[in-house]
T-cell receptor
Framework: NAGVTQTPKFQVLKTGQSMTLQCAQDMNHNSMYWYRQDPGMGLRLIYYSASEGTTDKGEVPNGYNVSRLNKREFSLRLESAAPSQTSVYFC?????????????FGPGTRLLVL | EDQVTQSPEALRLQEGESSSLNCSYTVSGLRGLFWYRQDPGKGPEFLFTLYSAGEEKEKERLKATLTKKESFLHITAPKPEDSATYLCAVQAGNSGYSTLTFGKGTMLLVSP
Protein backbone atom coordinates (compact mmCIF):
# COMPACT_ATOMS: atom_id res chain seq x y z
CA ASN A 1 0.00 0.00 0.00
CA ALA A 2 1.25 3.48 -0.89
CA GLY A 3 -0.79 5.11 1.91
CA VAL A 4 -1.38 8.80 1.17
CA THR A 5 0.18 10.22 -1.98
CA GLN A 6 0.40 13.87 -3.05
CA THR A 7 1.26 15.58 -6.31
CA PRO A 8 3.18 17.64 -7.16
CA LYS A 9 6.03 17.47 -4.65
CA PHE A 10 7.14 21.02 -5.38
CA GLN A 11 5.61 23.94 -7.27
CA VAL A 12 6.50 27.55 -8.00
CA LEU A 13 3.69 29.93 -8.92
CA LYS A 14 3.45 33.59 -9.75
CA THR A 15 0.97 35.75 -7.88
CA GLY A 16 -2.47 35.36 -9.42
CA GLN A 17 -1.87 31.97 -10.99
CA SER A 18 -4.08 29.03 -10.13
CA MET A 19 -3.25 25.43 -9.37
CA THR A 20 -4.69 22.25 -7.93
CA LEU A 21 -2.94 20.05 -5.40
CA GLN A 22 -3.86 16.39 -5.69
CA CYS A 23 -4.18 13.84 -2.90
CA ALA A 24 -5.09 10.16 -3.02
CA GLN A 25 -5.26 7.42 -0.38
CA ASP A 26 -5.46 3.66 -0.81
CA MET A 27 -6.46 2.74 2.76
CA ASN A 28 -10.22 2.94 2.09
CA HIS A 29 -10.55 5.74 4.66
CA ASN A 30 -13.72 7.80 4.87
CA SER A 31 -12.19 11.07 6.06
CA MET A 32 -9.60 13.26 4.36
CA TYR A 33 -7.92 16.53 5.32
CA TRP A 34 -5.79 19.37 3.98
CA TYR A 35 -3.32 21.18 6.25
CA ARG A 36 -0.72 23.84 5.76
CA GLN A 37 2.49 24.04 7.79
CA ASP A 38 4.38 27.28 8.26
CA PRO A 39 7.45 27.95 10.40
CA GLY A 40 6.44 28.74 13.97
CA MET A 41 2.74 28.11 13.27
CA GLY A 42 2.38 24.36 13.40
CA LEU A 43 -0.08 22.42 11.30
CA ARG A 44 -3.31 24.28 10.56
CA LEU A 45 -6.40 22.70 9.06
CA ILE A 46 -7.62 24.24 5.80
CA TYR A 47 -10.54 21.99 4.81
CA TYR A 48 -11.69 18.50 5.57
CA SER A 49 -14.08 15.91 4.22
CA ALA A 50 -15.61 13.70 6.89
CA SER A 51 -17.03 11.37 4.26
CA GLU A 52 -17.45 11.15 0.50
CA GLY A 53 -19.78 13.92 -0.67
CA THR A 54 -19.15 16.30 2.24
CA THR A 55 -16.60 19.06 2.81
CA ASP A 56 -16.18 21.57 5.64
CA LYS A 57 -14.01 24.55 6.43
CA GLY A 58 -11.17 24.27 8.89
CA GLU A 59 -9.21 26.97 10.67
CA VAL A 60 -7.75 28.75 7.61
CA PRO A 61 -10.01 28.21 4.54
CA ASN A 62 -9.79 31.64 2.89
CA GLY A 63 -8.27 31.54 -0.60
CA TYR A 64 -8.81 27.80 -1.04
CA ASN A 65 -11.43 25.46 -2.44
CA VAL A 66 -11.65 21.68 -2.23
CA SER A 67 -13.25 18.82 -4.08
CA ARG A 68 -13.84 15.31 -2.77
CA LEU A 69 -13.72 13.61 -6.14
CA ASN A 70 -14.47 10.12 -4.81
CA LYS A 71 -13.61 8.13 -1.70
CA ARG A 72 -9.92 7.97 -2.65
CA GLU A 73 -9.22 11.51 -3.89
CA PHE A 74 -9.38 14.96 -2.29
CA SER A 75 -8.03 17.97 -4.15
CA LEU A 76 -7.14 21.48 -2.98
CA ARG A 77 -7.40 24.41 -5.39
CA LEU A 78 -5.84 27.84 -5.21
CA GLU A 79 -7.81 30.05 -7.61
CA SER A 80 -5.54 33.11 -7.43
CA ALA A 81 -2.32 32.39 -5.56
CA ALA A 82 -0.86 34.96 -3.17
CA PRO A 83 2.60 35.09 -1.54
CA SER A 84 0.90 34.42 1.82
CA GLN A 85 0.01 30.97 0.49
CA THR A 86 3.67 29.99 0.30
CA SER A 87 3.75 26.98 2.57
CA VAL A 88 4.04 23.22 2.81
CA TYR A 89 0.71 21.49 2.25
CA PHE A 90 -0.10 18.11 3.75
CA CYS A 91 -2.99 15.81 3.00
CA UNK A 92 -4.13 13.24 5.56
CA UNK A 93 -6.75 10.52 5.82
CA UNK A 94 -8.39 8.64 8.67
CA UNK A 95 -11.00 6.03 9.52
CA UNK A 96 -13.11 6.06 12.65
CA UNK A 97 -13.41 2.71 14.37
CA UNK A 98 -15.28 2.46 17.69
CA UNK A 99 -14.89 6.22 18.22
CA UNK A 100 -11.12 5.98 17.71
CA UNK A 101 -9.30 7.31 14.68
CA UNK A 102 -5.78 8.13 13.58
CA UNK A 103 -4.79 10.48 10.79
CA UNK A 104 -2.09 9.34 8.37
CA PHE A 105 -0.21 11.96 6.41
CA GLY A 106 1.19 12.24 2.91
CA PRO A 107 4.71 13.47 2.06
CA GLY A 108 3.65 17.05 1.39
CA THR A 109 3.66 19.59 -1.44
CA ARG A 110 6.04 22.51 -1.14
CA LEU A 111 4.53 25.63 -2.74
CA LEU A 112 6.35 28.88 -3.42
CA VAL A 113 4.31 31.85 -4.62
CA LEU A 114 6.37 34.71 -6.04
CA GLU B 1 -11.06 27.11 21.96
CA ASP B 2 -8.79 24.08 22.12
CA GLN B 3 -5.15 24.88 22.83
CA VAL B 4 -2.01 22.76 22.68
CA THR B 5 1.36 23.98 23.93
CA GLN B 6 4.57 22.03 23.49
CA SER B 7 7.79 22.61 25.37
CA PRO B 8 10.62 23.06 24.94
CA GLU B 9 10.64 24.43 21.39
CA ALA B 10 14.01 22.79 20.82
CA LEU B 11 16.08 20.27 22.75
CA ARG B 12 19.63 19.15 22.22
CA LEU B 13 20.77 15.89 23.84
CA GLN B 14 23.88 13.79 23.85
CA GLU B 15 23.45 10.19 22.72
CA GLY B 16 22.26 8.19 25.73
CA GLU B 17 21.04 11.25 27.66
CA SER B 18 17.38 10.59 28.56
CA SER B 19 14.83 13.41 28.67
CA SER B 20 11.14 14.27 28.26
CA LEU B 21 9.07 16.43 25.95
CA ASN B 22 5.94 18.10 27.26
CA CYS B 23 2.54 18.69 25.67
CA SER B 24 0.02 20.62 27.75
CA TYR B 25 -3.53 21.03 26.53
CA THR B 26 -6.76 22.86 27.26
CA VAL B 27 -9.81 21.24 25.69
CA SER B 28 -13.43 20.53 26.45
CA GLY B 29 -13.80 16.78 26.39
CA LEU B 30 -10.59 15.04 25.33
CA ARG B 31 -11.20 12.23 22.86
CA GLY B 32 -7.59 11.46 22.13
CA LEU B 33 -4.05 12.81 22.30
CA PHE B 34 -1.71 11.99 19.45
CA TRP B 35 2.07 12.03 19.07
CA TYR B 36 3.72 12.27 15.66
CA ARG B 37 7.32 12.32 14.51
CA GLN B 38 8.31 14.54 11.57
CA ASP B 39 11.64 14.31 9.77
CA PRO B 40 12.85 17.29 7.69
CA GLY B 41 11.09 17.44 4.34
CA LYS B 42 8.70 14.62 5.23
CA GLY B 43 5.12 14.28 6.41
CA PRO B 44 4.24 13.55 10.06
CA GLU B 45 4.55 9.89 11.02
CA PHE B 46 2.12 8.51 13.61
CA LEU B 47 3.62 7.29 16.89
CA PHE B 48 0.96 6.96 19.62
CA THR B 49 -2.61 7.71 20.61
CA LEU B 50 -3.61 8.09 24.27
CA TYR B 51 -7.26 8.20 25.23
CA SER B 52 -7.50 8.53 29.01
CA ALA B 53 -5.51 9.85 31.97
CA GLY B 54 -3.10 7.26 33.31
CA GLU B 55 -2.64 5.56 29.96
CA GLU B 56 0.90 4.80 28.77
CA LYS B 57 2.28 3.50 25.48
CA GLU B 58 5.79 2.47 24.49
CA LYS B 59 7.69 2.00 21.26
CA GLU B 60 11.40 1.26 21.32
CA ARG B 61 13.05 4.15 23.20
CA LEU B 62 9.85 6.23 23.36
CA LYS B 63 7.20 6.18 26.07
CA ALA B 64 4.13 8.43 26.07
CA THR B 65 2.07 9.19 29.16
CA LEU B 66 -1.12 11.16 29.74
CA THR B 67 -2.62 13.12 32.62
CA LYS B 68 -5.73 15.31 32.67
CA LYS B 69 -3.70 18.37 31.70
CA GLU B 70 -0.63 17.19 29.84
CA SER B 71 1.25 14.44 28.08
CA PHE B 72 4.91 13.55 28.21
CA LEU B 73 7.02 11.85 25.59
CA HIS B 74 9.91 10.22 27.43
CA ILE B 75 12.98 9.37 25.39
CA THR B 76 15.28 6.82 27.01
CA ALA B 77 18.92 6.56 25.92
CA PRO B 78 18.28 8.41 22.64
CA LYS B 79 20.27 7.75 19.48
CA PRO B 80 21.08 10.21 16.68
CA GLU B 81 18.35 8.63 14.54
CA ASP B 82 15.79 9.88 17.08
CA SER B 83 16.52 13.42 15.89
CA ALA B 84 13.29 14.86 14.49
CA THR B 85 10.47 17.24 15.31
CA TYR B 86 7.87 15.70 17.60
CA LEU B 87 4.30 16.93 17.21
CA CYS B 88 1.46 16.64 19.69
CA ALA B 89 -2.21 16.94 18.71
CA VAL B 90 -5.55 16.65 20.50
CA GLN B 91 -8.97 15.61 19.33
CA ALA B 92 -11.73 17.03 21.49
CA GLY B 93 -15.47 17.46 21.71
CA ASN B 94 -18.22 15.76 23.60
CA SER B 95 -20.22 14.72 20.56
CA GLY B 96 -20.26 14.73 16.79
CA TYR B 97 -17.34 15.00 14.41
CA SER B 98 -14.15 16.67 15.60
CA THR B 99 -10.78 17.46 14.07
CA LEU B 100 -7.23 17.67 15.41
CA THR B 101 -5.53 20.69 16.96
CA PHE B 102 -1.75 20.57 16.72
CA GLY B 103 0.96 22.08 18.86
CA LYS B 104 3.94 23.79 17.25
CA GLY B 105 6.29 20.89 17.93
CA THR B 106 9.56 20.21 19.72
CA MET B 107 12.68 19.93 17.58
CA LEU B 108 14.97 17.26 19.03
CA LEU B 109 18.63 16.95 18.06
CA VAL B 110 20.63 14.01 19.42
CA SER B 111 24.38 14.32 19.01
CA PRO B 112 26.71 11.28 18.85
Amino acid sequence: NAGVTQTPKFQVLKTGQSMTLQCAQDMNHNSMYWYRQDPGMGLRLIYYSASEGTTDKGEVPNGYNVSRLNKREFSLRLESAAPSQTSVYFCASSERLLAKETQYFGPGTRLLVL
Amino acid sequence: EDQVTQSPEALRLQEGESSSLNCSYTVSGLRGLFWYRQDPGKGPEFLFTLYSAGEEKEKERLKATLTKKESFLHITAPKPEDSATYLCAVQAGNSGYSTLTFGKGTMLLVSP
